[in-house]
């Protein structure tokens, strides 16, 4: 369902600071429906192979020991032109930026923590799903 759906992760500085069900209540609200979800932890290893595609920019290894540091909520979300209607919802990647009301702007602390991640096209929302899911664990 190539267009339908994205994948998110609620970042470890959410989580620490209790913002999960705040931040479903958002994606809720907002009329995606959650097919997968976990509440799991990326290993440094595993932090890096999702990350690998700035492997050669400056911020990798930081933003693998981010992502690694503490738990992360992953999910799969459905909705009509899904990957365009989330990264509305979640907004700027520098919260500072971000417009009111959206997740970044409600929940994130900085650019480099800023909450959520969220797919930034139609291909890599499979791939980034197909990373944390396997078939079983995805449900319509």
């Not at 459905?78 to 919260?95: D, H, Q």
């Not at 139609?122 to 449900?139: K, L, P, R, S």
């Amino acid at each position: 369902m190539a267009g339908n759906r994205t994948f998110t992760m609620i970042k470890p500085d959410a989580v620490e600071s209790g913002h999960i069900g705040n931040i479903l209540a958002e994606i809720n609200k907002a009329g995606f429906k959650i097919v997968a979800m976990k509440f799991t932890r990326l290993s440094k290893e595993k932090a890096g192979e999702f990350y690998a595609i700035h492997k050669e920019r400056p911020f990798y290894n930081e933003l693998v020991e981010f992502m690694s540091r503490g738990p992360i909520v992953a999910a799969i979300l459905e909705k009509v032109n899904a990957v365009e209607e989330f990264r509305t919802l979640i907004g700027s990647t520098n919260p500072a930026n971000a417009a009111p009301g959206t997740i970044r702007a409600l929940y994130a602390k900085n650019v480099g923590e800023n909450a959520v991640h969220g797919s930034d096209s139609d291909e890599n929302a499979i791939i980034e799903g197909a990373f944390h899911f396997a078939g079983t664990e995805i449900f319509a």
